[in-house]
């Protein structure tokens, strides 16, 4: 017998987001009125929520270092894709995409509550190694997190939670660049 669910919408940039360059420290890269608060208690252990980001990245040449991607529940990083390789050539603003699926691993208060994700990360800047260049005719596609996945850092599910989603580089440059075009979470069952 199928389960009788469906996919419901609890976030959304509706909005093209501000460019943000030159900063190393993790920050909220989506526009304030996709940031939604989700009552305590929401969660339950096995639901799933679907995280869709879509972008623009811009690269320092030769060496831009690395981005790193996080899906936040209010200060705490539920979610992070480890530091991702950019390559070795400039990029001005060219197009990503980040689809993430979050398993509710545990709930409850304190650090109790941990989501487990795994998601692909796709876009021509990104390598697994050091001093590539773009790869001729293709854009790269990458599993994320770049560790073995496991579960996030906890946080307290009994509370009220805003979701936010945060970028940082590992070098500080005006040409490192990241712009949200797109920010979907939907919750599926």
Do not use: C
Request: aromatic share 8%; glycine share 10%.
């Amino acid at each position: 017998m199928s389960q009788q669910t469906w996919i419901e919408m609890i976030a959304s940039q509706n909005a093209v987001g501000t460019a943000f360059g030159t900063f190393t420290t993790a920050k909220t890269v989506i526009l304030p009125t996709a940031l939604v608060s989700l009552p305590p208690n929401y969660l339950t252990v096995g639901k799933m929520l679907r995280v869709r980001v879509r972008g623009g990245i811009g690269t320092l040449v030769t060496t831009p270092g690395t981005v790193t991607f996080q899906f936040m529940m209010g200060a705490i990083v539920a979610w992070t894709s480890g530091a991702i390789q950019l390559n070795a050539t400039a990029h001005t603003n060219l197009p990503f995409s980040l689809d993430l699926d979050l398993r509710v691993d545990t709930t409850g208060n304190a650090t109790t509550a941990k989501f487990l994700g795994i998601g692909t990360l796709t876009g021509i800047m990104f390598t697994l190694t050091a001093g590539q260049v773009d790869g001729v005719n293709s854009s790269a596609t990458m599993m994320v997190p770049a560790t073995a996945p496991a579960v996030g850092t906890g946080f307290d599910s009994t509370i009220a939670n805003v979701l936010d989603f945060f970028v940082g580089f590992s070098i500080s440059n005006a040409a490192n660049t990241v712009q949200i075009y797109t920010y979907t979470v939907e919750a599926l069952n």
